[in-house]
């Protein structure tokens, strides 16, 4: 094992016996999984297109992701809960469509145009900062510039990694494709407003309709 991997399988350790606490830190023990098994996890997909590998990995993902946000909130009041339901079950429920559609989006920009991890990231991340919380995320910032942007970090890093750990493990089977120009990024935060458009006014909607 090299240093820069007991490193690695060190701050795992860290990170899982202090997510114990603060489940959100989970999400730190993921990437660094997911980067340590790389090759095995490539190996998993290896029969799929790279549309299945991305679609699977970002979905699992996302609900993980989910997961550690049910389990950080299960102290609190249902009406305190930052969650998209109250109760963890049918919150798994939603995350299905918010995150299924959320990779969908990725997908539809990522087919076309080779977009780095770095951007994939940040766009996510900012989306994440724009729309938590009914954008109570930015006002933070405002009210409260330093800890409403570490808070916005933390949610920057909560929304970016999901998305970049899938194409981090499906982008060498991505054709390849155009680099984009800088109008073609202006692509992104449209697809994203029509994401947040559907979801928000359509399945989320239909969804309360079943669920409550």
Known sequence: MTLKNTILTLLLVATLIVGVNSPMLFIASLVIVIYLGRPVFIKLTARLSYQKTFLLYGLLFGLLTEFFAILDNLHLLKEERILLHPEPVIDLVFGIFYYGLFIVAWLLLLRR???????????????????????????????????????????MSVYGVFPTLAYYLASAKFPERQKPNYPQYLLIPITFFIFWAVYGNIFHKLLLMVFG
């Open 113 to 155: 145009y080779d977009f780095s991890k770095k951007t994939i990231f940040i766009s996510s991340g900012i989306f994440g900062i724009l729309s938590e919380q009914g954008g109570a995320i930015v006002l933070g910032i405002i009210a409260s510039p330093l800890l409403g942007t570490l808070l916005a970090f933390l949610v």
